[in-house]
Nanobody
Framework: QVQLVESGGGLVQAGGSLRLSCTASGSIFSGNAMGWYRQAPGKQREWVATITSTYITRYADSVKGRFTISRDNVMNTVYLQMNSLKPEDTAVYYC????????WGQGTQVTVSS
């Protein structure tokens, strides 16, 4: 059973930065495209960014130019560097495999104050 553990969230003022981490148990990480998602209160979960096994990245238009996804296959960890944060980025952030997602983790709360 793969477990995903997200961390690094917190409260930050608009314009600030945070770096999220997601660690996956097991050694199944390196061959999979991984992604970050977020769910704001009262809204559906939405895709934020993807990084493939060959380090190709894609971003939602709403975060392009501000967020950077990266991965460390040795540490089974995927990161999301978030800069120039906006109040509308407030959400619980999750990571998961892009194709055939695992069970979702608890996520990490990001709150951006104006």
């Amino acid at each position: 059973q793969v477990q995903l553990v997200e961390s690094g969230g917190g409260l930050v003022q608009a314009g600030g930065s945070l770096r999220l981490s997601c660690t996956a148990s097991g050694s199944i990480f390196s061959g999979n495209a991984m992604g970050w998602y977020r769910q704001a209160p009262g809204k559906q979960r939405e895709w934020v960014a993807t990084i493939t096994s060959t380090y190709i990245t894609r971003y939602a238009d709403s975060v392009k130019g501000r967020f950077t996804i990266s991965r460390d296959n040795v540490m089974n960890t995927v990161y999301l560097q978030m800069n120039s944060l906006k109040p509308e980025d407030t959400a619980v952030y999750y990571c998961n495999r892009i194709y055939s997602p695992y069970n979702w983790g608890q996520g990490t709360q990001v709150t951006v104050s104006s």
